[in-house]
């Protein structure tokens, strides 16, 4: 059975939370305007919402970009119900008197999380609603447009550049030295010490958890090309969290009290190798209650150190033969369509080219998928994409 720890989601202070964290405090400090560019992924909306925790709200005021919604309506009353403040009549009563709430609030800065769906309705609105809060109370309204981006993307820069007046308004209200800002992902060192606090953080249920010696091969692991395509040599928080999680809750259904590096390395298998795996899944399906998955990766673990000891005991190379053969039918329109060049079997994940026949595919017995080989190289590392067939 899962810990309900593994469901729960707790905050860790990462070095990205603080350089995040620092450039808020400074427009709040500034009343500066910014947008503030970090990969997805990274931990942005944890790191506000610890922010408004520790700082308090209204003095900064958090409100999440409206999706499918571009009228300027839809960011006014996510600003009032941030605020807390319930406005009955028609929108066009109510938007004069959101600055004045501002202004009797306190609010110093206001954070619009995913800032790169903001349309050009909600861009002018932030616009007037700050320009009357300078003439009618002169109370001057730090702005944060926090958005999601890779490499050298810069959202909404194509939007300020225009040349019409109301866009050279609105980037003269930027701030002069750091207009747009990048916030850098972990390195290996900060991988490290998010290990180390992680390592606390589940210490009640693995008293002899060490992370930290596996920080360098997860820091690679995570920064292969799938997971950091702009080859920025930097790690996000989700990956991460889900790496270790997953091996973590592996570890805890087989009873053990510390996580192997064959665990670690078949969950970063998931997060790279089978990431785009197409998995078929019959019969019942997945249940709460069924205790299957959980018992099979329990098994899955036994078997690598099993199989671990067996070979270090064999005298001869020969590997031997897996148990699962036969026939398992499959979407044949599906599979002609992926072009996908391999077929992984469910048991020993060994692979091969196998053609199907009028929507059966036969599995011939076959021998185990060796063990890892001494090769620096992580063994999943591969081109092909993998349809894995699991039939129950």
Not at 214 to 224: D, G
Request: proline letters at 5%; one cysteine or more; charged letters at 25%.
């Amino acid at each position: 059975m899962t810990h309900p720890l593994f469901g729960s989601e707790f905050f860790v202070e990462t070095p990205f939370t603080k350089r995040f964290q620092a450039t808020l405090r400074s427009s709040l400090h500034k009343r500066s305007w910014h947008v503030i560019v970090a990969d997805p992924g990274s931990g942005k909306t944890m790191s506000i919402r610890d922010l408004i925790e520790t700082t308090g709200s209204p003095a900064i005021l958090a409100v999440t970009c409206p999706k499918n919604n571009d009228d300027e309506q839809a960011l006014g009353d996510q600003l009032f119900t941030a605020l807390g403040v319930k406005l009955p009549g028609h929108w066009r009563t109510r938007k004069p008197k959101l600055m004045g709430h501002l202004h009797q609030y306190g609010t110093k800065l206001i954070v619009v999380d995913d800032a790169h769906d903001l349309s050009l309705q909600h861009l002018m609105f932030l616009k007037e609603v700050t320009d009357q809060g300078r003439l009618q109370y002169n109370h001057r309204l730090g702005l944060c447009l926090v958005a999601a981006g890779r490499g050298n993307t810069i959202p909404l820069k194509e939007i300020l550049d225009q040349p019409e007046t109301m866009w050279l308004q609105f980037r003269r209200r930027m701030d002069k030295l750091e207009p747009f800002c990048r916030i850098a992902g972990h390195t290996s060192e900060e991988v490290r010490e998010i290990l180390a606090a992680l390592e606390i953080a589940y210490r009640d249920l693995f008293p002899q958890l060490n992370l930290r010696q596996w920080s360098a091969i997860i820091y690679t692991w995570l920064t292969q090309s799938l997971l950091d395509p702009t080859n920025s040599g930097r790690v996000t928080m989700d990956n991460l969290m889900k790496l270790v999680t997953t091996a973590l809750e592996w570890t805890y259904e087989a009873g053990k009290t510390d996580v192997k590096e064959e665990t670690l390395e078949q969950a970063a298998s998931l997060l790279l190798l089978r990431r785009d795996t197409f998995r078929i899944i019959d019969g019942a399906g997945p249940s709460v209650d069924d205790q299957d998955a959980s018992s099979e990766r329990s098994a899955q673990t036994d078997l690598i150190d099993e199989q671990k000891g067996v070979e270090s005991q064999k005298q001869s190379a020969t590997q031997p033969k897996c148990t699962f053969s036969g026939d398992v039918p499959i979407d044949l329109q599906q599979f002609l369509e992926s072009g996908v060049p391999l077929v992984e079997c469910p048991d020993c994940t060994s692979t091969s080219a196998l053609s199907p026949h009028k929507g059966i595919l036969h599995f011939k017995p076959h021998k185990r998928r060796k063990t890892r080989s001494t090769s620096t190289e992580p063994r999943w590392v591969r081109r092909e994409m993998i349809w894995a067939v699991v039939s129950e």
